[in-house]
DNA sequence: CTCCTATCCTGCGAGC
DNA sequence: TGCTCGCAGGATAGGA
C-alpha cells in the first residue's frame, strides 16, 4: 500500500513526532526482510539526533550525522512510535526521551538499511523523477515512452521512469487522464502525455492532503488512518458503476497486477 | 534492450 | 466455527 503519498504521509507525521529526537540504542529483532538488515545497524546509530526525515520515491530516510536510516514500507510496512510490542516488529530505536520508534513489516517486503554520510544509496541511484518535483514532465515522459510498446500503466509502475507512483495510483491517473490503462506507452499523443501528467501529480497531491490511502494495515506514524481511500474512482471496483458515466468499470491483469478502468471514460 | 513470469512472506476475506 | 484457497500496496532475478 505505501505508495508515495502513504510515505510522505508517514514522513511528516514523523517529522512532527521525531524530528531533533536522540537515538540512544537500535535493536534489531529480525533481521530477514526482502535482503537482510545490516547487523552493525545497531552500533553505527547510537547517541545519535535525527537531523531530518526525507523521502525519495518511496523511501524514507532518517537523517542522523553518524548516517542514514533508509526504509522501504514494502507492502506492509509501518513507523510508528510504539505503545506496545506487536508481532513483526523488526527493529526498535529507542529514544533518548524515552519513547520507542518501531519498524514493523508483517509481509517482510521492506528494507532496513544504512547509507554513510555522503554516500548514495544504490536504491536511490536509478531511480526516475520525483512526480511532484519539477523534472517530470511532459517531454520527459515523450524522450522515456518512445521505445515502450509496453501498457502504460505497466510503465507507470516503472520506477525508473516515474518514481513513487504504484497499483493504486497508476490505475487512478489514467482514470482521471482519460486513458486505457492498457494502452501502448508509445502510442500516446501528446496531449494525453500532457494529461497525464497533470493527473498523476494531481492524485498524488490529492492524496497526500488527505492523509494517504488505509487499505488493510496503513496507518500514518500518530497511528490516523487516511482517508484518500474513499474517493478511489477505479481501483478495487471492478463490476460497480463509474462515477463519472454511471457505466460497468471492467476489471483485467495488466503487468501481473490488478487493474480497473472505465470503458466508456477512459480511450 | 524490452517485457513477462515467478517469487519472496504473512494476513485476510470469500466460499464451502 | 473452522478450513482452504486466492489475492494483496512492491521489487527483482531470470529467461524469452
Known sequence: MPELPEVETVRRGLEALVLGAVIRRIALHRADLRRPMPLDL????????????????????????????LSHLGMTGTWRVAEAERSHDHATLHLADGRRLVYRDPRRFGILDFVAPGAVSPDLADLGPEPLGNDFTPEHLRQVLAARRQAIKAVLLDQTVVSGVGNIYAQEACFRAGIRPQRPANRLRPAERERLVTEVRAVLAEAITAGGSTISDFRQAGGDAGYFQHTFTV???????????????KGATIAGRSTVWCPTCQR
Request: glycine share 10%; hydrophobic share 30%.
Open 42 to 69: 545497531e552500533s553505527r546509530i547510537v547517541d545519535q539526533p535525527i537531523t531530518a526525515l526525507r523521502r525519495r520515491a518511496k523511501y524514507l530516510l532518517l537523517d542522523t550525522p553518524a548516517g542514514t536510516i
Open 235 to 249: 481501483y478495487d471496483r471492478a463490476g460497480q458503476s463509474c462515477r463519472t458515466c454511471g457505466g460497468e468499470l
